[in-house]
């Protein structure tokens, strides 16, 4: 009787752990055809900024402005795998009829701000509302103009714009001194295949240890 318990019970718990990594490789696909859809997206013809644009139905969205940068930038602290710690440069790009947000790119942490760059011409770049705040964010130090997050709502107060942010990746306006960094869908969390890999390795374990313990029973036996 204990070795069909224990067999019965081993089954049950490989069936579990192989269709929860079953699961997994079928998310994996999911997950796989959202960023290449996503991808598809951010390398798209860029569009004239619309009159009304929203995070659920823009965000990605490539697009062209005209006009020209004004006011003050903001610094937001970042760390880049080959440039260091630096910082994204965000200034007000004035369309004329409009204000908005635009992410000029990266200067390393040692350099000074570059100034503005000069006269009117064109951005192009991705619109995206980044979602970098968490219990482990730090206040701004608006006294120092060193942010740690970009919040669109809380830079678009700040430099009295739209809250609206394209991040630039290219465009006819000359930026010296600023690498662009350009959307990406490197962010986007894909763990699908390494939670796969868990549950298979554990459905194996737990099979191991089943047939251990039917071993045993029958030895005791």
């Known amino acids: 009787m204990r070795f069909w318990g224990i067999l019965i019970f081993g089954l049950i718990g ?13 998310r994996l696909a999911w997950k796989q055809d959202v960023l290449a859809d996503i991808e598809a997206q951010i390398g798209g013809q860029p569009q004239p900024l619309a009159t009304v644009v929203s995070e659920q139905a823009d965000e990605f969205r490539p697009v062209q402005v005209a006009g020209q940068f004004s006011g003050q930038t903001i610094r937001v602290l970042v760390s880049q795998k080959i440039y260091g710690a630096g ?10 009829d409009r204000r908005i947000l635009v992410d000029r790119g990266f200067v390393s942490v ?30 701004n130090d608006l006294a120092a103009n060193i942010w ?21 990746r290219g465009g006819s306006l000359a930026d010296p001194g600023v690498t662009p960094l350009p959307v990406t869908t490197d962010a986007i969390p894909n763990d699908h295949l390494n939670y796969a ?14 047939g251990y313990f039917l071993y045993r029973t029958r030895q005791t036996a």
Not at 87 to 96: E, N
Request: glycine share 8%; net charge negative; no cysteine.
């Open 87 to 96: 910082y994204r440069l965000i200034s007000a790009f004035d369309m004329g």
């Open 148 to 168: 740690f997050a970009r919040t669109v709502p809380a830079l678009a107060a700040h430099l009295d714009t739209e809250p609206v942010l394209i991040i630039r």
């Open 110 to 139: 040692n350099d000074p701000v570059p100034d503005l760059p000069a006269g009117q011409g064109t951005i192009i770049g991705n619109l995206h509302w980044p979602n970098e705040v968490d219990s482990f964010t730090p206040d």
């Open 14 to 26: 490989v069936g579990i752990l192989v269709s929860l990594g079953v699961w997994q490789v079928q």
């Open 197 to 210: 890999i868990t549950w298979f390795s554990l459905a194996l374990i737990w099979l191991g240890m089943t």
